[in-house]
Every structure is written in structure tokens, then in C-alpha cells.
């Protein structure tokens, strides 16, 4: 078990339990990384009921009600997208926070506007919601683990203030 991204999980679930509140998550390029993350937390389906794996764009659409013409025009790998997923995301699960991560972890797939390390990040709170993208280095598993850390780390900063 990594502990970093156990001791995270743990700090979350701490905080959000004081706050009465809960999450869900929205992963593409992670691949169920964070979910899998804070369910190994005991106790975490008290604040953690469900997550949505959408790695497709059929799933996001189909799942997260992202708009099939917005995935096509623009790609799953940009603001747009993670914004409406994590609207959909917490909207289905009635969660009070939620991420969504889209990128590119790699071997192939990058672009030259969307290099393989690109990942594009969004995090609902109660104060709204807040994108970044991150151009991380690394191979595909790097990629992927450090898109978990940050979506952790940030979920983290947006519960406790």
C-alpha cells in the first residue's frame, strides 16, 4: 500500500467526516486510482459512496451527461470536459465535493498541444469549482500515480479551507 496516498485518504476522510460531508470522484486517465485510494480507508463509505470510472467518452456522456458534441469538438483532455464532469459526477452521487481527472499517462496518445503527462484536473466544492492542468513526467504508472497524489492533495486543501 502506498502511504502517501493512504495517509491522504485517511486525512480526507477525516475532514469530511467533521464536515458532515462526502465525495465522489470522476476518473478517466487514473483509472479508478483515487477511488481505489479512499476505499482503502475503513470506514470510508461513510463519506465515500460511489465514483464513476469513465474512460471513454461514451461513459462520460452516458454517465456524466458530458456533451457528446463538447468531447468531440474539443477532446476528453481539456477544461471543458473536467468541468462538466465533475458537475455530473456530483450531481449524480448527491456528493458535496468531487474531482474529475482527464489526461493523457502515456506510452502514446500525446499531442503536440497535449503531450503524454498532461492531465487536466476539476474539483467541486461548496465554494465551486476550480480547474488545473498539470504536464507531469514520467512513465504511464508515474503519470497516473502523480495525478492521484494531486487530486488528493487538492480534494484535501478544499475540505479543510
Same mark, same amino acid.
Given at each position: 500500500?502506498?502511504?502517501? $496516498? ?9 475532514? $469530511? ?17 483515487? !477511488? ?13 459512496? @460511489? ?12 454517465? $456524466? ?15 471543458? %470536459?473536467? @468541468? !462538466? ?7 449524480? !452521487? ?27 484536473? !476539476? ?16 512513465? @504511464? ?13 487538492? $480534494?484535501?486543501?478544499? %475540505?479543510?479551507?
Amino acid at each position: 500500500m502506498n502511504t502517501t $496516498l493512504y495517509n491522504l485518504s485517511e486525512q480526507l476522510g477525516h475532514a $469530511l467526516l467533521k464536515n458532515k460531508a462526502t465525495v465522489t470522484t470522476a476518473e478517466s486517465c487514473t483509472g479508478g486510482g483515487v !477511488a481505489s485510494a479512499i476505499t482503502d480507508v475503513p470506514g470510508s463509505s461513510k463519506w465515500f459512496h @460511489r465514483g464513476f470510472i469513465t474512460y471513454a467518452n461514451q461513459a462520460k456522456h452516458e454517465m $456524466l451527461n458530458v456533451s457528446a458534441d463538447l468531447l468531440k469538438a474539443e477532446g476528453a483532455v481539456c477544461e471543458a %470536459v473536467v @468541468r !462538466a464532469m465533475v458537475e455530473g459526477a456530483a450531481q449524480e !452521487a448527491g456528493a458535496d465535493y468531487a474531482v474529475a481527472i482527464s489526461g493523457v499517462a502515456g506510452p502514446g496518445g500525446g499531442s503536440s498541444n497535449k503531450p503524454v503527462g498532461t492531465v487536466w484536473f !476539476a474539483w467541486l466544492s461548496p465554494q465551486g469549482i476550480s480547474c488545473q492542468v498539470h504536464r507531469f513526467t514520467g512513465d @504511464r504508472a508515474s503519470v497516473r500515480e502523480q495525478a492521484v497524489i494531486i487530486s488528493l492533495q487538492e $480534494l484535501l486543501h478544499k %475540505v479543510t479551507g
